[in-house]
């Protein structure tokens, strides 16, 4: 019986996409709007209202227009040469090409006017862009590493087991323990602001706070309680290790969260930008 085989473009980065295919339609775009710029008069001086410059400000109009669709085009996920992994390759090294391309356009003709925010927003999104490309490479790997190939609820599903395993431990314990024991399963707390779930380390974490509690109580307890008491440390710390894993989860989810509300307004504000640009350049001409 044949093994079926794994086609190793499964495997490959959407960096790496078909050879590394769009890196290099980026960098012919890239040259030859250099050889063209260098190789072309202007008179009397290089600037986006040459033959040239509105050449390449109609190549960097649609590009940004076409790069702004990567969120609508995730949601038809499709195989094949438009698969979304060969999109976001194109995405991101035409993205970046836009560099030379805007910066040629301009004849590096720059002022405080409409022009050159639309420039500078261009120059922002790509920058924010490159961070985004490696979280995108870097978060998920490390989120699945973390997991351990556990899900979010399986791990949730785990806390809850934990709490009763920790209602269990406290049964033979004396009475001053309950209300230390009680707070660390009920106030046990994940999410919240989103300063606080980029925090790994919560310092007014209740089990961690019983933890150290438990562990400091192990060097007075008498002896008949301190198998007790052992138990309780060892519930703790696992359940401790796991709230490090979620809160880790969370940290990571809200990275990408916060690179989302940085990119996409700014990406808006592009194209707004591009459009007064346009509308612009044609009234005054």
Request: with cysteine.
């Amino acid at each position: 019986m044949k093994t079926r085989k794994t086609s190793p473009a499964q495997h490959v980065s959407f960096l790496a996409h078909r050879r590394f295919l769009w890196l290099k339609v980026s960098g012919a775009l890239c040259v030859l709007s250099i050889v063209g710029y260098v190789s072309t008069d202007f008179d009397p001086v290089r600037n986006g209202g040459t033959w040239y410059g509105y050449t390449l400000g109609v190549i960097g109009a649609l590009l940004i227009l076409w790069l702004s669709l990567l969120g609508a085009r995730k949601r038809a996920i499709t195989a094949g040469h438009w698969s979304l992994k060969g999109w976001t390759s194109a995405h991101v090294y035409l993205g970046v090409s836009l560099i030379i391309v805007a910066t040629l356009h301009s004849g590096f003709q720059f002022g405080w006017n409409v022009h050159t925010l639309a420039y500078a927003l261009m120059i922002f999104v790509i920058l924010s862009g490159i961070i985004g490309v490696f979280f995108y490479v870097y978060i998920p790997r490390r989120m699945s590493d973390n997991r351990a190939e556990m899900g979010q609820m399986d791990m949730l599903k785990d806390i809850s087991n934990l709490n009763a395993m920790l209602d269990d431990a406290a049964q033979p314990l004396s009475d001053k323990y309950v209300p230390i024991v009680r707070k660390a399963i009920d106030k046990t707390k994940l999410g919240g602001s989103i300063f606080r779930r980029l925090s790994i380390n919560d310092a007014r974490c209740s089990t961690r706070e019983a933890l150290t509690y438990f562990q400091t109580e192990m060097r007075n307890v008498e002896a008949k309680e301190r198998s007790e008491i052992l138990d309780m440390i060892s519930v703790l710390e696992r359940k401790n290790s796991l709230l490090l894993k979620i809160r880790k989860h969370t940290r990571y989810k809200a990275l990408l969260q916060i690179w989302l509300y940085v990119h996409l307004p700014v990406t808006f504000a592009l194209i707004a930008a591009l459009i007064a640009h346009i509308i612009s350049v044609f009234y005054y001409n």
